[in-house]
């Protein structure tokens, strides 16, 4: 038992390493059943990301789809305008302009959710602080010297950073706002939310439709189970 203990603690160990190296992550609330947070994603995507990075795994027809709303709601309340149903998230940002502007590109963030994962997402949009000594004027928790201004800061307000010292470094011990945005914490947290879900949709779109198809796929062996074993009853009953 004592060896079993210790080999699950061994496997542990990395995470514990992780967890305490790094900022501890604040905690996404994904919901992909929540059509109206998505409905709100999607729409909070268009307007304060999809000017520099692309979506494009993603179609607008898809979304009427997936949200169960009408084809025309997309184009209204979503798409940017002019856009056609059939179209894929592509930003108008043309590449060499990105480089000139901030020296690297805007990754498209069709994966993103996959690949950092929703905590990460959620602490890195509410990560964003001021920082002088950056070119952008601006620096973030878990992103070092990241390319990327800050772009909802007007929602979110100008963040300042308390320092601490442990183990004779300086490390940021929490953020504090110093100048409020034009939403309060509460509704900034909902919108990182929301961003945040639609992202883990993005990245993985089949994801609601198989939650839909699996109580059938249940429901079919569940009923197959039942014939099985009403075949075996018949089959055994000569020979006993
Ligand atoms: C003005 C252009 C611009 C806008 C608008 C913008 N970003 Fe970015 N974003 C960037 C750039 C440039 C980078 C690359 C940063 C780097 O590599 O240092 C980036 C990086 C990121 C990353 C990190 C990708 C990685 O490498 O892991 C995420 C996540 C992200 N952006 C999400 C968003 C979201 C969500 C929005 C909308 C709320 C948004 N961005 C709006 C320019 C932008």
């Not at 990395?14 to 919901?31: H, T």
């Not at 409020?180 to 914490?185: K, Q, V």
Request: proline share 4%; aromatic share 12%; net charge neutral.
């Amino acid at each position: 038992m004592k060896k079993i203990t210790n080999t699950l603690l061994l496997l542990l160990l990395p995470f514990a390493a992780f967890a305490s190296a790094g900022v501890e992550l604040q905690e996404a609330d994904i919901d992909l059943a929540d059509s109206a947070s998505l409905q709100r994603g999607a729409k909070y995507y268009v307007t304060y990301c999809l000017g520099c990075h692309s979506a494009k795994h993603i179609r607008y027809i898809r979304m009427a789809h997936d949200f169960n709303i009408s084809k025309e709601k997309v184009l209204e309340e979503i798409a940017p305008e002019g856009k056609g149903i059939y179209e894929t998230m592509i930003t108008a940002m043309n590449a060499h302009d990105s480089e000139k502007w901030f020296g690297t590109q805007p990754p498209d963030l069709s994966l993103i959710a996959r690949s950092r994962g929703p905590d990460w997402l959620v602490t890195y949009l509410k990560g964003f602080y001021v920082d002088e000594s950056k070119i952008l004027g601006v620096n973030n928790t878990v992103f070092k010297d990241v390319g990327m201004p800050n772009v909802l800061w007007q929602l979110q307000g100008e963040q300042r950073p308390v320092f601490k010292k442990v183990d004779g470094q300086t490390i940021i011990d929490r953020l504090v706002t110093k100048e409020p945005g034009t939403m309060s914490n509460k509704q900034f947290d909902r919108m990182v939310n929301d961003l945040v879900n639609f992202l883990v949709y993005v990245g993985e779109p089949h994801q609601l439709e198989r939650l839909r198809l699996g109580k059938y796929v249940l429901l079919y062996l569940f009923m197959f189970l039942i014939i099985a074993y009403l075949l075996k009853k018949e089959y055994w009953k000569d020979i006993h």
